[in-house]
């Protein structure tokens, strides 16, 4: 039996303003302290988890759940499991978007997904890139606050995790985006 893996991912500077629903809660909340924050949801904690692990390697403070960004990311997914299609929110926060085959969207694979883009991004120049963006965010060292959720369409199970403060701003990525060496 032949596996298909299916997979997408958002390109982390699009919008469409013509698609996207009323979003709850998007206006922006003071960014927490690593010490504060929300609990995670049990089925949440997985993701956190693996976007702590990453950060870590970059010497940037764990982030911490957020219920607020999390309703933020739990709307626009739903509103993505109905038309099956990627596409960015106009929420304040940054964005992830990954969806495809179950079996590669678990909450490791998907992070993974995110951060290998890591072997294309440029240390020295910094900036953002299209081929790039979803590992910045990852690790970016100014976001705080992480909400994610899931749903399925079609056969293909879909994440978004949006983050507080967002990342990739333009200027920033010397500061924010660090080699593992964390210099």
């Known amino acids: 039996m032949k596996r298909v893996l299916l997979l997408w991912l958002a390109a982390c500077a699009t919008h469409n303003t013509d698609a996207a629903p009323p979003i709850e809660s998007t206006a ?31 010497c940037a403070a764990p982030l911490v759940w957020s219920d607020t ?40 694979g998907v992070v993974n997904l995110w951060y290998r883009e890591k072997a294309a991004y440029d240390f020295r120049a910094g900036g953002f890139s299209m081929s790039t963006g979803h590992f910045t965010q990852v690790v970016w060292r100014d976001s705080r606050r992480l909400g994610c959720a899931t749903a399925s369409c079609g056969g293909l199970q879909l994440w978004v995790c949006n983050y507080d403060p967002p990342g990739n701003m333009q200027g920033d990525f010397q500061r924010n985006v660090l080699p593992t060496t964390c210099r």
């Open 69 to 108: 960004v999390a309703r933020a990311a739990k709307s626009w997914v739903t509103h993505l499991a109905a038309s099956c299609q990627l596409q960015h929110s106009q929420t304040p926060y940054g964005e992830n978007i990954s969806g495809g085959s179950p079996s590669t969207q678990t909450p490791e």
């Open 28 to 58: 922006p909340v003071p960014s927490a302290t690593a010490s504060s924050g929300d609990k995670a949801p049990p089925e949440m904690q997985a993701i956190l988890d693996a976007h702590n692990r990453m950060r870590a390697q970059h």
